[in-house]
């Protein structure tokens, strides 16, 4: 198989890619992390294999695609000299073989034709062609995830897990069976008890059918009884139903008797009643006159009545008026005292205001005064101050210039000190230099030896270092003394400043403190003669306001005094007016002559006349009804006949029936006697139909034993049965798991060996694959762990072994393993081991066709053929191609 070209519309983080890849050897991707490089390679597994196991479960549209565009791989190869075209998508699947249409819908169709073609479906494509990006990671970890690794490579690892599922069914098998084995009850055993069940429910059959004979008989007796009980009920009830008639004929009898005398009484006071009332009629027709009397005599009464009441009015009245004249008779006038006291009041009280604008005046003056005391007394404080800041000053004068002139003194000074160090080193290396050449020295100017005037020089130069060193001490401490005398100068500087400040702030003040002492008593004598005056017209007001509340309280009571006299003489004018009324009303109620005595006269005839009338009035309709009432008496004497006929019919016939209403009783006892006997049979028949249910129930039970032990014993051999299945399963798996690795391992040997040998050109060329997959590799005919060997070799030995595991995966498989995708199997290597495992791919031409590495770095590029760089540009990605 050979890839021609790939291209991709909308497929994950591509819009569109067109890609040529008809070329042999090297073909590099590269690009940084998050590129689409792995895309790339995920939509040639799409193109044949779509999204099943193995692939990535990433939906293949790109998220964001516009709605209605089309998100599908079109991938062409040639397969065994045929070009083969596969174009799928989420809505589209086909394929073309040398331009001829093999299928043109159906994903899993798709697949399935593309899986025949290759002859590898999607798992073993992975296997051998693709080495997914960290697949690499796996086999350089070592230990048990490079075995589980390499057994997922080989396809073992299929072959373990059925093992390891086959070993787990053999456990739980054998789990069943010994429970089941301990569960399993003898058959003979039950078959027996089954047996000795049977033959005592054959025994206790018979007493059952006589039990129930004994209780058939005790029920038909019971029925008999029952039968005569029903009769003699019926008797009795007759019976007493010919006496109830009997009982409401003599109560009819009764009732139509005293209805009949009822009436003849009424009658007969009917009659008396029309009597009376023929007596008492004309003694109530005077009633009317009688009454029209005493109306006429009651106004006399009334209007006399009044006359005396008036009488009696005027009197009280007259009295009244007298007790009024003598209260205002009895108290003087108060209205030339109130004028007095008003007068006062109103000077009182315009006094209080001149008073309290005084204090209002002075107040206010006060205030002034306070102030201007106040002013004093600060000039005194400040002119002290002056004085005070004045003399620091003074104090203070020249500092500034005498801390300036010490600080040039110590530069000064430093500054010497400074050359004399430079002066001291440039002598003292000359100094050593002519120590050192002794005679041979020469003159560092002239050049000239100084031959005999060496000692000469060197004791010029030693006097010279002497003086120097003896001025460097003076230096020393002279600086020593000013830096002293410097330490304090800061402080004064301080004050000096702050001294300044306040003269500045103080401004121009005058210092005379005896004139300012003097202005300062003046104002507070001045404020304190105000004081005196304010307190005085304080006490003053104080006195009015007290005269004025003495004045409100004396008007108050004199207006109260005024407020009751002129209330009496309204009294007074009530009074005169009231006695002139009565006067009129008396003068109008002129005497009448009534009699008291007749008109007690006429009450009494009219109170005579007005109860006949009542009486009269009652007895009317007694009267009337006397008519009725001898009609009443007719029908109900007919009554009473009928009811005394009926009555003396039924009385002897119920007398006759009396005896039958005791026969009940008598057939009751004789039916309980038959009752009990019927239960007493019923339970004697319960009891042993109860134990036959007994006996019947142990022969269910014993039968369904005997089946559950024939049951289990049947399943307990079936499960042996099974048992033995899987331990042969287990078997054959460990055995077939043993011979594909058998199998497979040497091959891997050899191919992993070869690799490698062309790789390190020929320095390595014999390797070992452990059972636990660890690869060893011989080096001078000793082998060794891998771990003994480099990073760089570890990690061309384990990309040989991943790449003869693709060899011998694809011949298993019957393929022709022209083509191989590495995806990052740089890993974490330097340039220079990635450049090492370069060359050793370069070398794999002969062996894969097209060999397609994927890697972020991208110093390998140069060295493909075909290179194709991606990019992500604004979160899409983006791939351009490029030959060497
Ligand atoms: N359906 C999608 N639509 C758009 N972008 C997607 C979709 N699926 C995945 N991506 C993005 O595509 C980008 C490329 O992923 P890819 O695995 O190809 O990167 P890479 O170049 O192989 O990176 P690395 O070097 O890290 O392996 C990722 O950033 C991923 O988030
Ligand atoms: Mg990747």
């Given at each position: 198989m050979k890839l021609v070209s790939l291209r991709l519309e909308n497929f994950r983080a591509f819009e569109h890619c067109e890609l040529e890849l008809h070329s042999d050897g090297l073909i590099g991707v590269s690009g940084p992390n998050g590129a689409g490089k792995s895309t790339l390679l995920d939509a040639i597994n799409y193109a044949l294999f779509g999204l099943g196991r193995g692939s990535r479960k990433r939906r293949p549209e790109r998220d964001g695609m516009p709605a209605g565009a089309k998100c599908e791989v079109k991938l062409e190869f040639i397969l065994d000299d045929h070009s083969c075209v596969v174009v799928r998508g989420p809505k589209k699947a086909r394929l073309t073989v040398d331009g001829e249409d093999w299928l043109r819908d159906g994903q899993e169709e798709l697949t399935r034709r593309v899986t025949e073609l290759l002859g590898v479906g999607q798992l073993n494509f992975g296997m051998t062609f693709y080495a997914r990006q960290r697949e690499l990671q796996a086999l350089q970890e070592g230990g048990k995830r490079k075995l589980e690794q390499l057994e997922t490579l080989l396809g073992i690892d299929r072959i373990r897990n059925a093992r390891t599922l086959a070993h787990d069914a053999e456990t739980t098998q054998e789990k069943v069976v010994r429970a089941l084995a301990t569960q399993v009850p003898s058959v003979a055993d039950a078959e027996a008890k089954l047996r000795r069940a049977e033959e005592e429910a054959q025994r206790l059959a018979p007493s059952v059918e006589s039990a129930r004979e004994a209780r058939d008989e005790a029920a038909a007796l019971r029925e008999k009884a029952r039968t005569a009980l029903t009769e003699a009920r019926e008797r009795a009830e007759e019976a007493l139903a010919l006496e109830g008639k009997a009982a409401v004929a003599a109560s009819e009898l009764a009732a139509a008797t005293e209805r009949e005398s009822m009436t003849r009484e009424s009658m007969m006071a009917a009659k008396a009643a029309a009597t009376e009332l023929q007596a008492l009629e004309p003694a109530a027709a005077k009633a009317g006159e009688l009454r029209a009397q005493d109306r006429a005599l009651e106004l006399e009464g009334q209007a006399a009545a009044q006359a005396a009441g008036l009488r009696e009015q005027r009197h009280e009245a007259q009295l009244a008026a007298v007790a009024v004249g003598d209260a205002l008779a009895a108290t003087a006038d108060p209205a030339p005292r109130l004028a007095g006291a008003d007068g006062e009041l109103t000077e009182a009280r315009s006094e209080l205001e001149r008073v309290t604008s005084e204090m209002l005046e002075l107040s206010s003056l006060q205030e002034t005064l306070r102030a201007a005391a106040a002013d004093a007394a600060a000039a005194v404080t400040n002119g002290r101050r002056a004085l005070a800041v004045h003399e620091e000053l003074a104090r203070l004068a020249g500092l500034r210039e005498a801390v300036e002139n010490r600080a040039l003194e110590i530069a000064a000074l430093e500054a010497e000190a400074a050359q004399l160090v430079a002066h001291v080193t440039e002598e003292s290396e000359h100094y050593e230099h002519v120590k050192r050449d002794g005679r041979n020295a020469t003159c560092p100017r002239c050049k000239a030896p100084y031959g005999d005037r060496y000692e000469t020089i060197v004791e010029e130069f030693e006097e010279s270092l002497a003086g120097f060193s003896k001025r460097q001490r003076e230096i020393a401490d002279e600086l020593e003394r000013l830096r002293k005398a410097r330490k304090g100068d800061a402080a004064k500087l301080e004050r000096l400043a702050s001294a300044e400040a306040e003269r500045k702030a103080l401004g121009e003040v005058t210092t005379d403190i005896a004139a300012l002492d003097a202005a300062a008593a003046g104002a507070e004598e001045a404020r304190g003669q105000h004081v005196k005056d304010s307190e005085r017209l304080t006490k003053r007001r104080g006195d009015l306001t007290e005269t004025i509340a003495a004045l409100d309280r004396e008007l108050s009571g004199l207006r109260q005094e005024l407020a009751t006299r002129e209330q009496l003489a309204a009294h007074q004018r009530e009074a005169e007016r009231g006695l002139e009324l009565f006067e009129k009303q008396l003068t109008e109620l002129s005497p009448n002559g009534y009699d008291a005595d007749a008109h007690e006269a006429v009450r009494r005839a009219l109170a005579r006349a007005t109860s006949a009338e009542t009486h009269c009035a009652e007895l009317r309709p007694q009267v009337a009804q006397i008519e009725l009432l001898e009609t009443r008496l007719a029908r109900e004497e007919q009554l009473s006949a009928a009811a005394r006929t009926a009555h003396e019919d039924l009385a002897p016939a119920a007398a006759k029936r009396a005896a039958d209403k005791a026969a009940p009783e008598e057939a009751e006892t004789a039916y309980d006697v038959t009752v009990l006997a019927h239960a007493q049979a019923d339970e004697?028949?319960?009891?042993?139909?109860?134990?036959?249910?007994?006996?019947?129930?142990?022969?269910?039970?014993?039968?369904?034993?005997?089946?559950?032990?024939?049951?289990?014993?049947?399943?307990?051999?079936?499960?042996?049965?099974?048992?033995?299945?899987?331990?042969?399963?287990?078997?054959?798996?460990?055995?077939?798991?043993?011979?594909?690795?058998?199998?497979?391992?040497?091959?891997?040997?050899?191919?992993?060996?070869?690799?490698?040998?062309?790789?390190?050109?020929?320095?390595?060329?014999?390797?070992?694959?452990?059972?636990?997959?660890?690869?060893?590799?011989?080096?001078?005919?000793?082998?060794?762990?891998?771990?003994?060997?480099?990073?760089?070799?570890?990690?061309?030995?384990?990309?040989?072994?991943?790449?003869?595991?693709?060899?011998?995966?694809?011949?298993?498989?019957?393929?022709?393993?022209?083509?191989?995708?590495?995806?990052?199997?740089?890993?974490?290597?330097?340039?220079?081991?990635?450049?090492?495992?370069?060359?050793?791919?370069?070398?794999?031409?002969?062996?894969?066709?097209?060999?397609?590495?994927?890697?972020?770095?991208?110093?390998?590029?140069?060295?493909?053929?075909?290179?194709?760089?991606?990019?992500?540009?604004?979160?899409?990605?983006?791939?351009?191609?490029?030959?060497?």
């Open positions: 004697a028949l319960h009891d042993a139909e109860q134990q036959a249910i007994a006996e019947s129930n142990a022969v269910a039970q014993a039968r369904a034993e005997l089946e559950a032990a024939q049951r289990l014993k049947g399943q307990l051999d079936t499960e042996r049965e099974e048992l033995s299945m899987r331990r042969v399963v287990k078997t054959v798996l460990d055995n077939y798991r043993t011979a594909v690795q058998q199998e497979a391992v040497p091959s891997l040997e050899q191919e992993t060996a070869e690799f490698l040998r062309r790789t390190t050109r020929g320095r390595y060329s014999d390797v070992q694959i452990s059972a636990d997959g660890e690869l060893q590799i011989n080096d001078m005919g000793t082998p060794y762990e891998l771990e003994r060997f480099s990073g760089g070799e570890q990690d061309l030995a384990n990309l040989c072994m991943r790449i003869a595991l693709s060899k011998v995966l694809a011949r298993r498989s019957g393929m022709d393993a022209r083509f191989i995708i590495l995806d990052e199997v740089f890993g974490s290597q330097d340039a220079d081991r990635r450049r090492a495992l370069l060359e050793a791919l370069r070398e794999l031409d002969q062996e894969f066709g097209q060999v397609l590495i994927v890697s972020h770095f991208d110093d390998f590029m140069e060295h493909c053929g075909l290179q194709i760089t991606v990019k992500s540009d604004n979160g899409r990605s983006v791939a351009e191609l490029a030959t060497a």
